[in-house]
């Protein structure tokens, strides 16, 4: 480190080489741009069920992830029949040992007419399910087990 002078104030103060400051530089800048890309994914739908009064369709999609080791991630979203918007009600990771997602590792069922079931069987981790229900506010709870 470099000391230098204040001219006007007559202090000294400590300067830290300038390649530490670009090697500090250039270190942030690439943790951001590979947490950016770490984040993007690919999502499509997976399954889209109707309710059995007509009025919701329960929609679960799957976001594959840009980077070949990270997690994939189910969706869940609720749409009302009226509104045509999709409200999205929880993310899930999944693990996926490369083997394309099927009904044994998502199920996806209304058990009445406002409350569905969606089971996720990961590959490597425990069994979770998701509950949803429609009733007031649509709202969604991991919990453990199918």
Avoid at 3 to 10: C, D, E, L, V, Y
Avoid at 25 to 50: K, Q
Wanted: charged share 20%.
């Amino acid at each position: 480190m470099k000391t230098m002078q204040n001219r006007f104030a007559g202090e000294y103060r400590m300067q830290p080489p300038r390649r530490l400051i670009q090697r500090l530089r250039i270190g942030f800048f690439s943790a951001c741009l590979l947490s950016l890309i770490a984040c993007g994914g690919t999502e499509s739908d997976f399954e889209s069920i109707e309710s059995p009064d007509g009025k919701h369709i329960l929609i679960v999609t799957v976001t594959v992830p840009s980077l070949p080791h990270a997690l994939h991630r189910v969706n869940t979203y609720i749409e009302t029949r009226d509104s045509g918007i999709r409200q999205k009600l929880l993310e899930s990771p999944l693990a996926n040992d490369g083997v394309p997602f099927t009904a044994k590792n998502i199920g996806v069922r209304w058990t009445s007419a406002t409350t569905a079931l969606v089971c996720l069987r990961p590959t490597d981790l425990a069994d979770h399910g998701v509950r949803i229900d429609v009733s007031g506010t649509p709202s969604a709870e991991l919990k453990p087990g199918c």
